[in-house]
T-cell receptor, first 115, second 112 residues
Framework: SAVISQKPSRDICQRGTSLTIQCQVD?????MFWYRQQPGQSLTLIAT?????????ESGFVIDKFPISRPNLTFSTLTVSNMSPEDSSIYLC????????????FGPGTRLLVL | GENVEQHPSTLSVQEGDSAVIKCTYS??????FPWYKQELGKRPQLIIDIRSNVGEKKDQRIAVTLNKTAKHFSLHITETQPEDSAVYFC???????????FGSGTRLSIRP
């Protein structure tokens, strides 16, 4: 496996502000994803972070609200823009490692509370 | 559309008994089915997975079965222990887009 780190681990934000979450992996990565997990709920895919190009967003998620960057193979950011209380969730980075075609690992998550 | 259904949503079993969680998927081209365990406040951890060319896979007390015809797969935990208490998620990879979609989760409680 690999060490996947996320920053910040948690934050409390005011509505209308934005927060950028970072994900860093210490191994070679083929694919990176961002998921949202609302309280007591399952994992919902937000987007696939593509290296050097625009992310691929799932239905219900748009770039203006969740801009994503992936400047290199092992690092990605997710921004939650113009936040509202409904954005309070855990945001998880997930990766597939080089040499493991399908297996997907998760970062520790960022716990976001919007007031 | 892409969908994974999971049942039951909650499951309580006596310690030492078996637990079974069932999932169905909608894309007949799906070829990879992982199971994750998530303890309270922690990240999801992969516990077992199965690929479409195999009907069953076992790892100690955990086994997974796959019925491709019926588009069903199940997780079986035998001789349950208190540390098995967690939320379990099934998932399926939709090969057309190479993305993994998760079921709604099962909260498993082990009664002492």
């Amino acid at each position: 496996s690999a060490v996947i780190s996320q920053k910040p681990s948690r934050d409390i934000c005011q509505r209308g502000t934005s927060l950028t979450i970072q994900c860093q992996v210490d191994s070679q990565v083929t694919m990176m994803f961002w998921y949202r997990q609302q309280p007591g709920q399952s994992l919902t895919l937000i987007a696939t972070a593509n290296q050097g190009s625009e992310a691929t967003y799932e239905s219900g998620f748009v770039i203006d609200k969740f801009p994503i960057s992936r400047p290199n193979l092992t690092f990605s950011t997710l921004t939650v823009s113009n936040m509202s209380p409904e954005d309070s969730s855990i945001y998880l980075c997930s990766v597939r490692l080089a040499g493991e075609v399908e297996t997907q690992y998760f970062g520790p998550g960022t716990r976001l509370l919007v007031l | 559309g892409e969908n994974v259904e999971q049942h039951p949503s909650t499951l309580s079993v006596q310690e030492g008994d078996s637990a079974v969680i069932k999932c169905t998927y909608s894309d007949s081209a799906s070829n990879y089915f992982p199971w994750y365990k998530q303890e309270l406040g922690k990240r999801p951890q992969l516990i077992i997975d199965i690929r479409s060319n195999v009907g069953e896979k076992k790892d100690q007390r955990i086994a997974v079965t796959l019925n491709k015809t019926a588009k069903h797969f199940s997780l079986h935990i035998t001789e349950t222990q208190p540390e098995d208490s967690a939320v379990y998620f099934c998932a399926a990879m939709y090969s057309s887009a190479s993305k993994i979609i998760f079921g709604s989760g099962t909260r498993l409680s082990i009664r002492p």
